[in-house]
């Protein structure tokens, strides 16, 4: 198996471990994180936040590997591209993971604090609550902004080396125009989350690809290895 190969599996690999990490974090903590009990909910569930934090990381490191292991090849056709989609798709999203991960853990530590205040003092608690939550609804526009600008990079660069059938690369960059538009309105509480869809599912359809069929051997032998 030659490295272009091995190269197609890991990405395909790193697609599906990050999307599947990220959905079980979504399911793990949401239950406890919806609703106006939540630091009650997080004080006697502090496992599963934390268990869905790592989940995040897991996803975070996944991804953001996916632009660093294709970049010896994607460098070929455009240099700067592949290094703007490593700091969009890799450094920075992986930045605002992090970010939403240290926020969930001081919700624990806050929860803590919570539940030996007690009712009478719990207003203060519940305020400082609501404000880590709600830099968790900032954060997820900006994560969805830099996500997406890195997409553009990604599959543009795809489409032109034509690694993968154009197809695929064509739907990954109006997807990600999408998503783009979808984190956009998130900023002004617009909620198109939706159009989220066509990418996560294209995503996965490039996993399984790359996995079960590799990079084009013509776009290879062209010149992109």
Not at 40 to 62: P, R
Request: hydrophobic share 55%.
């Amino acid at each position: 198996m030659n490295t272009n190969r091995k190269t197609a599996i890991i990405v395909g690999v790193l697609f599906i471990i990050g999307t599947v990490a990220g959905i079980l974090s979504a399911i793990i903590t949401g239950p406890i994180l919806n609703g106006p009990d939540y630091l009650t909910k997080i004080n006697t569930n502090e496992n599963q936040i934390i268990i869905g934090a790592l989940c995040v990381l897991i996803m975070g490191f996944s991804l953001a590997m996916v632009p660093v292991m294709m970049f010896p090849i994607l460098r070929k056709q455009n240099e700067t591209l592949a290094l703007g989609a490593i700091v969009f798709r890799g450094v920075l999203e992986a930045v605002t993971y992090i970010a939403i991960v240290i926020g969930w853990l001081l919700l624990i530590a806050l929860s803590r604090e919570y539940s030996k205040a007690g009712t009478p003092d719990g207003s203060y608690f519940q305020s400082a609550g609501a404000i880590l939550l709600g830099m968790d609804d900032q954060i997820n526009p900006i994560l969805g902004i830099v996500f997406s600008i890195g997409a553009l990079m990604f599959y543009y660069l795809f489409y032109q080396s034509k690694l993968i059938p154009r197809w695929l690369s064509g739907w990954g960059l109006i997807s990600a125009i999408l998503y783009f538009a979808t984190a956009l309105f998130a900023m002004f509480s617009i909620d198109l989350d939706l159009l989220m869809a066509p990418l996560a599912l294209q995503e996965m359809v490039l996993a399984i690809w790359l996995i079960a069929k590799g990079f084009s051997p013509s776009a290879i032998t062209s010149g992109v290895e």
